[in-house]
């Protein structure tokens, strides 16, 4: 009863939160209801067992993203508080869209026999420990074991994303040398050598 | 959802009390009350915290400029200092400057404390003794830790003064850079730890102060002191406390702000200086235990049931916690006074000063400390036979993926041998 009185009180705020996004023309009001919305988000990750999304959508979204956007706001606004007007047009065009993403959900939600969907062993291995803690098992899944699958009949492990987490992080490695390579201080052009060899 | 408070000794307490006419409590209502007892405890530890601090702020400020500090209010020491500043700031009218952004600007300050207490919901003063722990608690902490910033930049936004939205700039770019050499100076315990779990990194720190982190290795015993100048810095505290600067913005941040509002802020950051002084001592400082052994003394205590009361409470477990929790607090509290001492003693930094320090020192340093934290254990092995430098029990980390892997079952126990094989 308590998770389900949780549950609603958090989609209402992420409902709620997003709505505010919405309506509201400021930015950086945007940006607060931005945080109600992705912080309940998190509260609901949190609330389903899986803490360490929960955590990361913190750190990333809340902690990360909207920071970096009104430090962007602060560092680019030519007024005191910049306020973004959407035309009639756009509102319409957005709404529709919206609109069909909704339809879209909601048809596969009522669709999709629920009933049929027996727990797979990640479900219930979750399930034994109410308090989340999927920390480990997805640890060693990026390591190459999958602890939640069974074993193969050659008594091999199910394959896990150590490939994909590799190229992940050299991914990540190269665009962090490109961003300090593209955000380096400028030097001055060197005085030519041509004097020092003459 | 019931595991995740794990409210031992209280859910015990009150499940083994027999309130008459009522009878015993039922499971839901325990819960609750059980909850309820853990949010009334630490939001009086969030708000007793920096009344302390602030008063030995003061004094501790007024030894080292050689004068006396607070000496009247409260008779000795001037220790009721802080209750009479408050008093002050309650009375003080509410204000917002009129070209402020009102809603944002009355909303900002409880963005700061909110997160600066949620920080507290997940760490342990004592073995068993948190709100909720978790086994990413070393994630969660840290991730609730980088939200404070978001109050500090919608105050100083929404003032709608130059001087405050300077203090906030900084404070963003500051908070930004600084986050990414805290993580990795955090790593650097955890390699060896194996686990993000504060109870579990707590425990395997028992027994004397050999066993502790920071002593395992050179690594994080340089890692220490770079998290500690790393975590000042993100508690904005002196000589980082840009985004505050008086010398040249004011106030900073909070120029605009008064009463209750503003020593909000304050409430934050000293609350924050103890979450990060907590942080330090559970990673590197052993936690609650005392580093000489006591608790070895005390291991008889442990589950001692008098039945005195309440059936079925272990108040010997209770009594060696409430020495725990003391240890814990005292240790953190020494490191606040280590930073409030830094503040009077060094003069503050220029902002393109603060920046080269992180960007260009912290975080090579700290990827150095990490890069030699992986390779520390791999060198002892090819050279002592082991993988650390005193015979101890084997790392944690090891032992709980080897049982995390083990509890699945004869149908899956092949799949351990790689782990196994891979950390001997």
Redesign the interface.
């Known amino acids: 009863?308590?998770?389900d009185v949780?549950f609603w009180l958090f989609a209402a705020l992420v409902c709620g939160g997003a709505l505010g996004v919405v309506i509201t023309q400021?930015v950086?009001?945007m940006?607060?209801w931005l945080?109600l919305s992705l912080g309940s988000v998190s509260a609901l990750f949190f609330?389903l067992g899986a803490?360490?999304l929960?955590?990361?959508q913190?750190?990333i979204y809340?902690?990360?993203t909207?920071?970096?956007l009104?430090?962007g706001?602060?560092?680019t606004a030519s007024g005191?508080?910049l306020q973004i007007k959407t035309s009639a047009a756009d509102g319409l065009l957005g709404a529709g869209v919206g609109g069909l993403l909704l339809l879209v959900l909601i048809s596969t939600v009522y669709g999709l026999d629920w009933s049929a969907l027996h727990p797979t062993p990640a479900v219930s291995m979750i399930a034994e420990?109410?308090?989340?803690?999927?920390?480990?098992?997805l640890g060693?899944a990026f390591l190459g074991?999958?602890?939640d699958r069974?074993?193969t009949e050659d008594?091999?492990?199910a394959p896990g994303y150590l490939l994909p987490f590799e190229i992940v992080s050299v991914h990540l490695l190269v665009v962090l040398v490109g961003a300090a390579y593209l955000a380096r201080a400028k030097r001055r052009a060197e005085p030519s050598r041509d004097s020092f060899s003459a | 959802?019931?595991?995740?408070f794990a409210a031992a000794s209280f859910s015990e307490f009150l499940s083994g009390l027999d309130i008459p006419f009522f009878g015993p409590l039922s499971p839901?209502c325990v819960?609750?009350i059980a909850a309820l007892i853990h949010a009334v405890i630490l939001i009086n530890i969030f708000a007793i915290l920096p009344l302390f601090y602030i008063w030995l702020e003061r004094k501790v400020a007024g030894r080292i400029q050689d004068r006396l500090g607070p000496t009247r209010v409260g008779g000795k020491f001037g220790w009721l200092q802080t209750l009479a500043d408050g008093i002050k700031l309650i009375q003080k009218e509410d204000l917002a400057p009129g070209?402020a952004?009102n809603?944002?600007f009355r909303?900002a300050p409880y963005?700061a404390v909110v997160s600066s207490f949620a920080a507290f919901i997940v760490l342990p003063f004592s073995d068993g003794w948190v709100a909720v722990?978790?086994?990413?608690g070393v994630?969660?902490i840290?991730?609730?830790m980088?939200?404070e910033?978001?109050g500090i930049?919608?105050a100083g936004?929404?003032s709608?003064s130059k001087w405050a939205?300077f203090g906030?700039?900084r404070e963003?770019?500051q908070?930004?850079s600084y986050?990414i050499p805290m993580a990795l100076c955090a790593l650097v315990p955890l390699v060896i730890a194996g686990t993000?779990n504060f109870g579990d990194i707590g425990r395997m720190q028992a027994g004397f102060a050999t066993n502790w982190l920071i002593f395992h290795d050179p690594f994080t015993f340089i890692a220490f002191f770079a998290y500690f100048t790393v975590a000042t810095a993100s508690v904005k505290r002196a000589p980082f406390d840009l985004a505050e600067a008086e010398s040249e913005l004011v106030a900073g941040f909070h120029t605009e702000y008064s009463g209750l509002r503003w020593s909000f802020f304050f409430m934050a950051e000293y609350a924050s200086m103890f979450a990060v002084s907590g942080i330090a001592v559970l990673l590197f400082l052993g936690g609650w235990h005392t580093g000489i052994d006591v608790e070895a003394g005390m291991a008889d205590l442990r589950g001692w049931k008098p039945d005195f009361l309440v059936t079925g409470f272990t108040l010997g477990t209770y009594l060696v916690n409430l020495f725990g929790a003391k240890v814990f607090v005292l240790k953190a509290c020494a490191l606040v006074f280590v930073q409030i001492w830094v503040r009077w003693t060094l003069p503050r930094l220029r902002i393109d000063q603060v920046m080269t320090t992180c960007l260009k020192y912290l975080v090579p340093i700290s990827c150095v400390l990490f890069l030699g934290a992986i390779l520390w254990p791999l060198l002892l092995a090819s050279t002592l036979k082991r993988t650390t430098i005193l015979e101890q029990a084997p790392p944690l980390g090891r032992v709980?993926?080897g049982d995390?892997?083990a509890k699945?079952g004869p149908?899956?126990a092949?799949?351990s041998s790689?782990?196994r094989e891979a950390a001997e």
């Open positions: 009863m308590t998770t949780l400021n950086v009001r940006a607060f945080i609330l803490d360490f929960g955590a990361a913190l750190l809340v902690g990360g909207v920071v970096l009104v430090f706001v602060m560092l005191p508080y420990r109410p308090e989340g803690n999927t920390i480990r098992p060693l074991l999958r602890p069974p074993v008594g091999k492990s | 959802m019931y595991g995740l839901l819960l609750l070209a952004d809603w944002i909303i963005l722990s978790l086994d990413v994630f969660v840290l991730a609730l980088s939200l910033v978001l930049i919608f936004y929404s709608g939205l906030a700039m963003a770019a908070m930004v986050e993000l709980i993926v995390a892997v699945r149908s899956t092949v799949a790689p782990v």
